[in-house]
Each structure stands twice: as structure tokens, then as C-alpha cells.
């Protein structure tokens, strides 16, 4: 079945889009735009400069406490310059790609938007208990924390939907091993921020199954590549 989708409308879930219709993506390509541009800036400033500008958008704990609110949204436009950016915007466009085909861009920016703000600021609590328990050192108030990953993974959590019915729970099994996994070997509130992303963008997926019960056409050739790619970007920010 074909959802016939207006800009910034969310189709049926598993609705799919055909001609024209598949290319246009606004939420996509737009952030695709102010990220290239961000690490464009970033890639002309030196290392001083470079890293003063990623510690005044990082929503590390030092930042959050002092008001700096602002930093969750500047947090979410940088990720860095060079060979970092260009591996992970390509990768990051095929993800929100699919996601904006499925669940239409409005849907697609609350769930990343819920994963990047809601893991940063449970993180960010659990760093605060741990700093004033003396759990952690001090430093860690000040470290860099930016990048597209918390909201990233939100996205790929909410993916179970796309799954017929049998391969939901394995979606959701193995993502979560992958993250815990993670937590184990890294060892950082960063590690943590994953699972929990992962965790919220899940809970929205099932819910999204629970109030919008979807009609599945079976994901189109090109669309499994998108998911293919996306599980690549999510296993390297959970693994890498």
C-alpha cells in the first residue's frame, strides 16, 4: 500500500513512498547540511580554537549546571572534522533516510530529539550522583560530550517496528546485548548514553506499535540497504 505523504506528515507506519515521492526528505537532508557545515567550520579552525568551540556545545555536566542549556541542541551539530565527519554523515543520512520514509519526518525528529535530549540528561544525573558521591573524578564534569549518536541510536531502537512480528523481539534482544556489551568494555558515561538511547528509542517503537498499529509491506530492496547501513552506524558507535 502507498501512504500518500505531505512534507513533515508521518505516514501510516510502514507506509512506503514511490517515484518521486521516496526522494523527498527535508529532515535528512537539512541536517546533512548543518552538520557538513558545522565540520566545514570546524576543519578551518585550529586545534586550540577547535576545541574550545566542541567544549562550549558539549553537554558535559559543567555546562548543564551552569544553564547552558542551549548545549543540547549545539551538542547534536557536531561531530567532528575531517575523516570523522565524512564516515559518519553518509552513514548518518541512510539512517535518518529510512526513517523519515517510514515514519515521516515529524515522527522521525521526536525520536531522535527524545534520544539525544533524554539520554544526555539521565546521563547527566547519574553523573551528578556519581561526582557527589566521589564515584568519578571531578574532571569528568568538564569532558567533551557532542555527537549524533544518543539520537542516532533512538532511531535505530524505533526500527523494530519495520520488522514483521517475529523478528521484533530479536531486533530488541540483540541491540541490547550489543549496548550492554558495550557499557562492559568501554567503561563510559558515554557507553551508558548508548543504552539508554537505545532503550528510549525502543520503548517508542513499541509504543508506536501499541497506538498505531502498522500494515507491513515488506521493506523494498533499497530500504533493506538503508537498514544494513544503519546497523553498520550503530554498531560502530556501540562497539567502536
Known amino acids: 500500500m502507498v501512504g500518500e505523504?505531505?512534507?513533515?506528515?508521518?505516514?501510516?507506519?510502514?507506509?512506503?513512498?514511490?517515484?518521486?515521492?521516496r526522494f523527498f526528505l527535508p529532515v535528512t537532508y537539512?541536517?546533512?547540511?548543518?552538520?557538513?557545515?558545522?565540520a566545514g567550520l570546524l576543519a578551518a579552525l585550529g586545534d586550540t580554537a577547535?576545541?574550545?568551540v566542541v567544549l562550549r556545545a558539549s553537554t558535559n555536566l559543567s555546562n548543564l549546571l551552569s544553564g547552558n542549556y542551549g548545549t543540547l541542541v549545539s551538542s547534536a551539530l557536531v561531530v567532528g572534522?575531517?575523516?570523522?565527519?565524512?564516515?559518519?554523515?553518509?552513514?548518518l543520512i541512510c539512517l535518518l533516510a529510512l526513517a523519515e520514509l517510514r515514519f515521516g519526518a515529524l515522527t522521525t525528529i521526536r525520536i531522535f530529539v527524545a534520544g539525544h535530549i533524554g539520554a544526555t540528561l539521565l546521563v547527566a544525573a547519574g553523573l551528578w550522583v556519581a561526582v557527589t558521591a566521589d564515584w568519578v573524578p571531578v574532571s569528568i564534569t568538564t569532558a567533551e560530550d557532542v555527537g549524533i549518536s544518543y539520537g542516532a541510536m533512538a532511531v535505530i531502537g524505533a526500527f523494530v517496528v519495520l520488522l514483521p512480528g517475529r523478528w521484533r523481539a530479536t531486533w530488541a534482544i540483540s541491540w541490547l546485548a550489543v549496548a550492554v556489551s558495550g557499557v562492559a568494555m568501554g567503561r563510559t558515561f558515554t557507553n551508558a548514553g548508548h543504552l539508554v538511547a537505545l532503550a528510549i528509542g525502543l520503548l517508542a517503537g513499541f509504543w508506536l506499535l501499541r497506538t498505531h498499529p502498522p500494515r507491513l509491506p515488506r521493506l523494498t530492496r533499497f530500504e533493506c540497504c538503508l537498514l544494513a547501513i544503519a546497523s553498520a552506524l550503530g554498531y560502530l558507535m556501540l562497539v567502536g
Not at 30 to 38: D, E, M, N, R, S
Open 30 to 38: 537539512g541536517y546533512a547540511v548543518l552538520l557538513i557545515a558545522v
Open 50 to 52: 577547535q576545541n574550545k
Open 5 to 21: 505523504v505531505t512534507a513533515g506528515a508521518a505516514p501510516a507506519l510502514g507506509a512506503t513512498r514511490s517515484g518521486w515521492r
Open 81 to 91: 572534522d575531517g575523516a570523522v565527519a565524512a564516515l559518519i554523515i553518509p552513514l
